[in-house]
């Protein structure tokens, strides 16, 4: 497929405009010509390119679906119609220009447009249907106030489970607190209908209780939700601890075709995590695995990378603030080899290390449809953090996240993470905060977001020693992108006159730039004993930089 067509089709419109005026011009108008109005020529050009990058298989499609031929001539035509109706709007506002504006416009919504239908994949024919089914499916009670029910709320609450053929398959309890009194109401009433449930939430719904009450509540629902064949399972939002996973060891052992698994700031400890391992009789099917937020330690990274390896369909795994040292995050990365299918990982605010950043690193090159990576705060330093870039290069076309931040990055490393970066042209967000990167490292990145990278939003860069040169050339590698909305450099050592070259630039859009009150003119970095001072000085560094080639994927 052709993605140089679809990300840079401005370009090849305004080529082929230019040509079709040009030859106009010649014929009828040697003085003056105009790009706009489009040629018929060109407008079917347009068409057939895109009805040839939507039959074309592509990452894309792999992910969202390739369309039928029918349907991406119907979507084709539809984006071109539209594009044009835009261009013929603006033309309309300056009909005695040369109609450049009116290009640009064309351009922009084609590309934007075609996006979205690739993004969108094929149509199903019964989303309508579905949808409906959903909403008369869905029994959720967390709406309102947090609050705890008594018996005779829960018996009003679960008269609509109690009506006789009701089609309910997912049950959301969350943010109600049950005592016994209204666990004794409930749990019948499940009970009666757990054949039927395919998703439960139990997310924060025994808060405030006594942990003798808690153990209490959850045996019984275990209980009597025991034997469901569940896809979706919540129990986050607890503070179980072992003897919490322990009082839903009944539940847990009957599920065989979990796809969803979230066990978010439940106190899970490395006994507990061995106990929720030692339960689940199957996670062949499981897509996501959520561990956000427990004390898990190394001991509990070794059980739940026991469950990673036998989930080979995993796609978002989430085991951030876990408090994960090296000897977990490298049990973690291995087990990890064999989710093929990864498009999210997170592994945020951990302990890990230069071993653990070097061991992903020698899986991660596999994940082939990752989207979105979230690895601050891991203590990967320059080693770890050169050897993920290295690996992430070649891999994961279609990544549009990746957070390094706090990770102690300098200079060092930042060729080969500017080098990634540029080859990644689906970003949207590159977060890099609270590292080391100075000018150097920030000229590098500006570098590598120079060029193309039209779906870019966001870039944060604050607190990395960053002066005026670095913080010129981030502004003025972003302040042009089309969707761009946020750059955050506060937190550095731009001198005064580089915070106003940077405000200027960003004159017309002013909101997009973050803000500036923490920044430091007068900081020092105490690493440095010869770094020369001064605006001169910077812009003798920016322009040694400048001439540094950052290699990017084609």
Known sequence: MDFGLVLLVAEVLVDHLDMDSSTQTFQHRPISFKLWPATQSTRILLVERMVKNFL?????????????????????????????????????????????????????????????????????????????????????????????????????????????????????????????????VAVPILSSIKHQLREVDLSDFIAGRSETEAIEVMNLFSSALEGCVLRYLN????????????????????????????????????????????????????????????????????????????????????????????????????????????????????????????????????????????????????????????????????LEVLELAGNDITPKSTAALASCIGAKQFLTRLILSENELKDEGAILISKALAEGHVQLTEVDLSSNLIRRAGARLLAQAVVNKPGFKSLNINGNFISDEGIDEVVVMFKNSPHLLGPLD?????????????????????????LRLKGLEIKQEE
């Open 235 to 398: 129990l986050s939002d607890n503070a179980m601890g072992e003897k919490g996973v322990n009082a839903f060891e009944s539940l847990l052992r009957s599920q065989s075709k979990l796809e969803e698994l979230y066990l978010m700031n439940d106190g899970i400890s490395e006994e507990a995590a061995r106990a929720i391992s030692k339960f689940i009789p199957s996670t062949e099917k499981l897509r996501v695995l959520n561990f956000h937020n427990n004390m898990t330690g190394d001991e509990g990274a070794m059980a739940i990378s026991d469950i990673v390896k036998r989930s080979p369909v995993l796609e978002d795994f989430r085991c951030s603030s876990t408090r994960v040292g090296s000897e977990g995050g490298v049990a973690l990365a291995e087990a990890l080899g064999t989710c093929t299918h990864l498009k999210k990982l997170d592994l945020r605010d951990n302990m890990f290390g230069v071993e653990s950043g070097v061991a992903l690193s020698k899986v991660i090159s596999a994940f082939t449809d990752l989207t979105e990576v979230y690895l601050s705060y891991l203590n990967l330093e320059d080693e770890g953090t050169e050897a993920l870039a290295n690996a992430l290069k070649d891999s994961a076309p279609s």
């Open 518 to 542: 923490e920044n430091d003119p007068e900081g020092e970095d105490l690493d440095e004993e010869d770094e020369d001072e001064g605006a001169d000085n910077e812009d003798d560094l920016e």
């Open 56 to 184: 074309t298989p592509s990452i894309f499609s792999r992910k969202y679906g390739l369309l039928s031929k029918e349907e991406a001539e119907e979507d084709a035509k539809n984006i071109e119609a539209i594009a044009f109706a835009a261009a013929e709007q603006q033309f309309e506002k300056e009909p005695y220009g040369d109609g450049s504006s009116a290009v640009q416009v064309y351009a922009r919504e084609s590309s934007k447009l075609m996006m979205e239908v690739l993004k969108r994949g094929p149509k199903a024919k019964e989303d309508d249907e579905k949808s409906i089914s959903v909403v008369e499916s869905v029994f959720d009670i967390s709406g309102g106030r947090r609050s705890f029910i008594d018996a005779e709320e829960a018996e009003e609450l679960f008269k609509p489970l109690r009506e006789h053929g009701n089609s309910y398959t997912k049950i959301c309890l969350s943010n109600r607190s049950f005592g016994l009194d209204a666990a004794n």
